[in-house]
């Protein structure tokens, strides 16, 4: 079974850097795409980056909103997954979610493309 366990969310003012983290169980480098979402309050869940790191290849993806900002990154010989965010906006305020997708079909920051999903962690920006 595919299993996803995020961490490091948190509170940080406007300009300030979180790494989030997911431990993946039950998913392998060559046959996954990982991925990380983000959905506020009222609004749609939102594609943020999206990750292939097989042997000798890494292919990554990012939305216009954080290009430049966010690194996704994978180890994969422990198969966690981060997101490091830097330079955040209140904007960033949202439940930040870690999903896999099997053999990295579909669309890399559509929701629909994900087979299995995290429970969330929480990341608060203020002004």
């Known amino acids: 079974q595919v299993r996803l366990v995020e961490s490091g969310g948190g509170s940080v003012q406007a300009g300030g850097s979180l790494r989030l983290s997911c431990a993946a169980s039950?998913?392998?480098?060559?046959?996954?795409?990982m991925g990380w979402f983000r959905q506020a309050p009222g609004k749609e869940r939102e594609g943020v980056a999206d990750?292939?790191?097989?042997?000798?290849?890494?292919?990554?993806h990012y939305s216009d909103s954080v290009k430049g900002r966010f690194t996704i990154s994978q180890d994969n010989d422990n198969m966690v997954l981060y997101l490091e965010m830097n330079n955040l906006e209140p904007e960033d305020t949202a439940m930040y979610y870690c999903?896999?997708?099997?053999?990295?079909?579909?669309?890399?920051?559509?929701?629909?493309?994900?087979?299995?999903w995290g429970q969330g962690t929480q990341v608060t920006v203020s002004s």
């Open positions: 039950g998913v392998h480098q060559n046959t996954y795409c």
């Open positions: 990750i292939y790191s097989g042997i000798g290849s890494v292919v990554t």
């Open positions: 999903a896999a997708r099997r053999y990295c079909s579909g669309n890399p920051l559509e929701s629909r493309s994900y087979h299995y």
